[in-house]
């Protein structure tokens, strides 16, 4: 993987203008990603009258299944922006050591996500025996003692549709308590709402 993403990076630089024009920061124009087989740059959209259509296009949802989210989940917690979730990408899960959680039902995930996520679907908070499968891919063993044993715990970056939607906040909830660390997880509250808003790239799995 580092070796294919270290060539796409290299053949990348003869195209690094391309992305100038709508830049993420000052000095970042994309970031590079492997999703699911394929390279991939997130970059913002370059039309800079593009408006956003769809489903994501919407500035309200019903409550209680919808409300407004806090920014702090837990003080141990952090809470992300964009800039911080293309910094985890690039600097983390390309380099196996943290994962983004696509916490969306596995339907939306199919249909559009953020580009090096997985799915772990929020509505599997109710799966003990999930969670423990999902704990142990993630680094977390349970000890002879019964203790769990987090000390190579990977850290692990949870969206969902946006500000309003609760099922992040569902999933990490499930997470902690059956022992996830908590310095191990971080939140984008954004999620898929703010990212699509940005112009960022995103990708289909079917």
Known sequence: MKL??????L?????AGKYDK?????????VLVYH?????????????????????????????????QPITINDKIETVGEVEVLRFIK????????VLIDSRP????????????INIPFSLYKD????????????????SDGQLDTSRAITVMVYCN???????????????????????IKYYRGGFQMWKSLGLTTVKIK
Not at 39 to 66: E, F
Not at 91 to 98: L, M
């Open 22 to 30: 709508v830049k993420i920061t000052p000095d970042m124009s994309y």
């Open 4 to 9: 294919i993403l270290s060539i796409t990076l």
């Open 106 to 117: 596995k339907k939306l995930y199919n249909q559009e996500t953020i580009p090096s996520s």
């Open 91 to 98: 600097n983390e899960v390309n380099q196996n050591q943290g």
């Open 162 to 184: 946006g500000p309003w939607c609760s099922k992040s906040q569902q999933l990490i909830n499930a997470l902690l308590k059956k022992g996830y660390p908590a310095n191990k």
């Open 11 to 15: 053949l990348s630089l003869l195209t």
């Open 36 to 68: 699911k087989g394929h390279a991939v740059k997130i970059h913002r959209i370059q039309d800079v009258s593009n408006h956003l259509t769809g489903t994501y296009a919407k500035i309200s949802y019903s409550c209680p299944g919808a409300c407004i």
């Open 128 to 143: 003990s025996k999930a969670l423990k499968s999902i704990f142990t891919v993630l680094g977390v063993k349970k000890k």
